[in-house]
């Protein structure tokens, strides 16, 4: 899942190589004499931590050096060129699906999701309105959310939707949604956002699920 957060180097340098040279280059370290061109898959569980248990790496179950690599990889893919990208992976979609709504929304909000998305997000409706969180539900074709996105805190478009394939006007919904004040995330599994480009229309949170694109 990849947002906006702060700039880096990497993301200005991945801009200026072509789509089959960031392909295989994407997430890479520096050049480093005498070092392996592919870092290696770290597995540890314990790192040394000197004094006061602070910094990158403190135990495996929370920041990895191979996660790190995976995620600079995927925000160099998914938003080259763009400023201010943070990734993050999860163990899985719905896993990713999950920390986004249970973080952006609270008890009051309304949530606008898609009725013909991902099985497994149904799951979800029960446990957002036990939290007192309003959900509503429009199809993705024919950009039908907008029909009940007014008052929304966050709008859940997911395009094409999975597995009907149906799609929507991803820029209309964003400047929509923006203009209510609404948060907007973008589910784009089966396209990715290598081949979508929400970065290019607004300020979104895509969330591809990674294990499933």
Same mark, same amino acid.
Request: glycine share 10%; hydrophobic share 40%.
């Given at each position: 899942?990849?947002?906006?957060?702060?700039?880096?180097?990497?993301?200005?340098? +991945?801009? $200026?190589? #072509?789509?089959? =040279?960031?392909?295989?280059?994407?997430?890479?370290?520096?050049?480093?004499?005498?070092?392996?061109?592919?870092?290696?898959?770290?597995?540890?569980?314990?790192?040394?931590? /000197?004094?006061? /248990?602070?910094? /990158?790496?403190?135990?495996?179950?929370?920041?990895?050096?191979?996660?790190?690599? %995976?995620?600079?990889?995927?925000?160099?893919?998914?938003? /080259? #060129?763009?400023?201010?990208?943070?990734?993050?992976v999860f163990a899985s979609g719905m896993?990713?699906?999950?920390?986004?709504?249970?973080?952006?929304?609270?008890?009051? *909000? +309304?949530?606008?999701?898609?009725? *013909?998305?991902?099985?497994?997000?149904? %799951?979800?409706?029960?446990? %957002?309105? $036990?939290?007192?969180?309003?959900?509503?539900? $429009?199809?993705?074709?024919?950009?039908?959310?907008?029909?009940?996105?007014?008052?929304?805190?966050?709008?859940?478009?997911?395009?094409?939707?999975?597995?009907?394939?149906?799609?929507? *006007?991803?820029?209309?919904?964003?400047?929509?949604?923006?203009?209510? #004040? +609404?948060?907007?995330?973008? *589910?784009?599994?089966?396209?990715?956002?290598?081949a979508s480009g929400p970065w290019s229309?607004?300020r979104t949170s895509p969330s591809p +699920? =990674?294990?499933?694109?």
């Amino acid at each position: 899942m990849t947002h906006q957060e702060h700039a880096s180097g990497p993301d200005r340098r +991945a801009a $200026a190589l #072509g789509d089959g =040279t960031r392909a295989v280059r994407a997430g890479l370290p520096e050049p480093v004499k005498y070092e392996p061109t592919l870092p290696g898959p770290v597995f540890a569980a314990h790192f040394h931590l /000197p004094g006061e /248990p602070t910094g /990158p790496y403190t135990y495996g179950r929370d920041e990895n050096p191979t996660w790190t690599h %995976l995620e600079r990889a995927i925000g160099e893919l998914e938003a /080259p #060129g763009e400023e201010g990208v943070e990734t993050l992976v999860f163990a899985s979609g719905m896993a990713a699906i999950s920390a986004v709504l249970l973080s952006q929304v609270k008890s009051g *909000d +309304a949530v606008v999701l898609p009725t *013909d998305g991902y099985q497994a997000l149904p %799951l979800l409706h029960e446990q %957002l309105r $036990a939290y007192g969180i309003e959900v509503r539900t $429009a199809p993705t074709g024919g950009d039908g959310q907008l029909a009940v996105l007014e008052g929304a805190r966050l709008l859940w478009i997911e395009t094409p939707s999975n597995p009907g394939l149906d799609v929507c *006007d991803i820029r209309r919904l964003v400047r929509e949604a923006h203009a209510t #004040g +609404a948060l907007v995330a973008v *589910d784009n599994t089966l396209a990715t956002p290598s081949a979508s480009g929400p970065w290019s229309w607004a300020r979104t949170s895509p969330s591809p +699920a =990674t294990p499933r694109a």
